[in-house]
């Protein structure tokens, strides 16, 4: 069964680290172009970091640059975000989508809460 699963959201005071899990199955997220986006209420989806295929080349939005990092575990066909220096607008649905030669996935998505 083909299915992307996020974990790890949660409340966190401003300043304080996350990191999200995105757990693959039924294909590799090597083969696999992988990004998090994030979606806040009332605001549309924005795409966050992305890792592509084979080489894991890594791209970030302005916003998390510096902060946010993207990584992926192919033992455990599981993509990362570390989420550091956390600001009260990070806070969103964090959801992990994967392109796989021509099919697209989407999880679930986890909740991140930045607040005091």
Do not use: H
């Not at 005071?13 to 209420?41: E, K, N």
């Not at 009332?42 to 084979?54: D, M, T, Y």
């Amino acid at each position: 069964q083909v299915q992307l699963v996020e974990s790890g959201g949660g409340l966190v005071q401003p300043g304080g680290s996350l990191r999200l899990s995105c757990a693959a199955s039924g294909f590799s997220v090597r083969t696999s172009l992988v990004r998090w986006y994030r979606q806040a209420p009332g605001k549309e989806r924005e795409l966050v970091a992305g890792i592509v295929a084979f080489a894991a080349t890594t791209n970030y939005a302005n916003s998390v640059q510096g902060r946010f990092t993207i990584s992926r575990d192919i033992t455990k066909n599981t993509v990362y975000l570390q989420m550091n220096s956390l600001k009260p607008e990070d806070t969103a649905v964090y959801y992990c989508n994967a392109q796989n030669w021509g099919a697209a996935y989407w999880g679930r998505g986890t909740q991140v809460t930045v607040s005091s």
